[in-house]
């Protein structure tokens, strides 16, 4: 589906919510992702509906859900990974003090 687009899916940002991952953080991040991106392209590559859009709003989509993908995989790593929200919300204080 992809293809016939000319579209691909483009590198996870190195960061979730302004906070810098490392190594192993981003490893669970892109495999997070990865997967429910997966799991949500295959849906949308069998159904029939979306199949008869135009290309452009095809891609429209494929954008959103990948998006939506995305921000799961984010929650998800909030959770698997606490201090990673405990940085985030620690910067948050920190700009609003300056």
């Known amino acids: ?48 509906s979306f199949l008869t859009y135009k290309p452009e709003d095809q891609l429209t989509v494929i954008g959103r859900t990948i998006s939506s993908a995305r921000k799961a995989a984010q929650n998800v790593m909030f959770n698997l990974h606490p201090e990673i929200l405990q940085q985030a919300n620690q910067q948050y204080r920190d700009d609003i003090v300056k």
């Open 1 to 48: 589906m992809l293809n016939n687009l000319q579209t691909g899916i483009g590198y996870l940002p190195r960061n979730i919510a302004g906070v810098q991952l490392d190594e192993n953080q981003y490893d669970d991040y892109q495999r997070i992702a990865g997967r429910y991106s997966k799991q949500l392209l295959d849906n949308l590559a069998n159904n029939k």
